[in-house]
């Protein structure tokens, strides 16, 4: 079966960085096929978009919010997506989930905890 496992979320000092990854496996077709993506969660908040992947890597998108900061990549020989994340802001504080796309196929991982905080 699919499988997203994020890692990477931790707790970091405003001003710092952190890279999340995200592994994926059990795709029925190449994971090269995929439009991956990174969403986030904030407590009490719905969960919006961050970042997302065109299948080769050649088109990226960010939200408004982390434009400037955030870096989404992805190794297609390794099945996993990246999100490197630069300035960080408390705001930024949520349960960052992994998102794989591709027609009606829609799969999330479980997500990973970034803590933004002095």
């Known amino acids: 079966q699919v499988q997203l496992v994020e890692s990477g979320g931790g707790l970091v000092q405003p001003g710092g960085s952190l890279r999340l990854s995200c592994a994926a496996s059990g795709f029925t077709f190449t994971f090269s096929n995929y439009l991956m993506s990174w969403y986030r969660q904030a407590p009490g908040k719905e969960r919006e978009f961050v970042a997302r992947?065109?299948?080769?890597?050649?088109?990226?998108n960010y939200a408004d919010s982390v434009k400037g900061r955030f870096a989404i990549s992805r190794d297609n020989v390794g099945n996993t997506v990246y999100l490197q994340m630069n300035s960080l802001k408390p705001e930024d504080t949520a349960v960052y989930y992994c998102n794989a796309r591709l027609a009606t196929s829609d799969y999330w991982g479980q997500g990973t905890q970034v803590t933004v905080s002095s």
């Open positions: 992947i065109t299948s080769t890597g050649r088109v990226t």
